[in-house]
């Protein structure tokens, strides 16, 4: 039973076989992923799906030196042969941003899957905040797409690779009190990434809502968990494979079953099925 509006029966709360990394036709083998907010929480778990799944060249840019040193660590301990490179990078700097992915391509080669997951949240209503704090959200979460997307396109593989970010649910349902600053930028990272997807259609672009992971982004919210954070980790995995090759341009839930989307595959291609309009007002 789904808890929000979902485009499938199906709701799902925990990893489900259909997106396992362990099947062959999600192979990460030979991929490069690039991942910010990469030291804990959701961007660790993609991390650590995108290993399962065969990848051995992966990047998690983070603000922390020693969130991303344990993180890399615990990742190449656990997966033989996979080198993880942290980069200490504040994404709403577009001099950092350039040099964490120019040193990935040095590494590692072009960019295969980039993960925009970096966010930063503040609270308050309208009236409360303070422009310092409602500007430092949108210059991560907003700006910090601008850069990152700008970066990807010099430095990824020029056919077929893959961007996905990490939007909410708060981007695109009714105002949740105290959440102004952060819905409204997240809202328009996602916009950020549609035009980029019309802009670049030799990639593939996907917004996703991550679930309700307990992060300390959520706490901030006053959210608890109830959604396991391998649900959007694997889910992640398997839009990057060629099964999601239908979703470019699109938001859709990472709650939602897969093969229930890939049943309405013509619907996403041929409708607006999946993206940010105006309630009522036909397509064009």
């Known amino acids: 039973m789904a808890t929000f509006p979902s485009l499938t029966k199906t709701w799902h709360t925990v990893p489900y076989p259909a997106i396992s990394p362990l099947k062959p036709l999600l192979s990460a083998a030979d991929k490069t992923i690039l991942i910010t907010g990469g030291g804990g929480g959701i961007g660790a778990g993609i991390a650590r799906a995108f290993a399962a799944a065969g990848s051995t060249q992966i990047a998690i840019i983070g603000r922390r030196q020693d969130v991303l ?11 033989n042969g996979l080198r993880v490179i942290g980069c200490v990078t504040d994404v709403s700097k577009k001099e950092q941003i350039d040099a964490a992915f120019d040193l990935v391509v040095n590494k590692f080669g072009p960019i295969d899957v980039f993960v925009d997951n970096a966010g930063y949240v503040t609270t308050g209503t309208v009236t409360e905040l303070s422009n310092d704090d409602a500007w430092i959200t949108f210059e991560t979460n907003m700006k910090g797409s601008i850069y990152t997307a700008q970066a990807f396109s010099r430095t990824a593989r020029k056919d077929h690779a893959v961007v996905i970010d990490v939007s909410s649910i708060a ?22 990434w549609e035009y980029f997807a019309a802009e670049n259609p030799n990639y593939r672009v996907v917004s996703i809502q991550p679930g309700q992971i307990e992060t300390d982004m959520a706490k901030k919210l006053g959210l608890t968990g109830r959604d396991h954070v391998n649900l959007p980790s694997q889910f992640a995995v398997w839009l990057a494979s060629s ?26 291609k041929t409708t607006d099925l999946g993206t940010i309009r105006l309630v009522g007002l036909p397509s064009f």
Do not use: Q
């Not at 981007?171 to 997240?186: C, D, E, N, R, V």
């Not at 099964?243 to 996403?268: M, P, Q, S, T, Y």
């Open 243 to 268: 099964e999601a090759d239908f979703l470019h341009g699109k938001f859709v839930c990472a709650n939602w079953d897969v093969e229930e989307l890939i049943a309405r595959k013509e619907e996403f």
């Open 69 to 79: 040193a344990t993180t890399a660590k615990e990742l190449e301990a656990s997966f």
């Open 171 to 192: 981007a695109i349902m009714p105002p949740l009190p105290g959440a102004a600053a952060y819905s409204t930028s997240k809202l328009a990272a996602t916009k950020i």
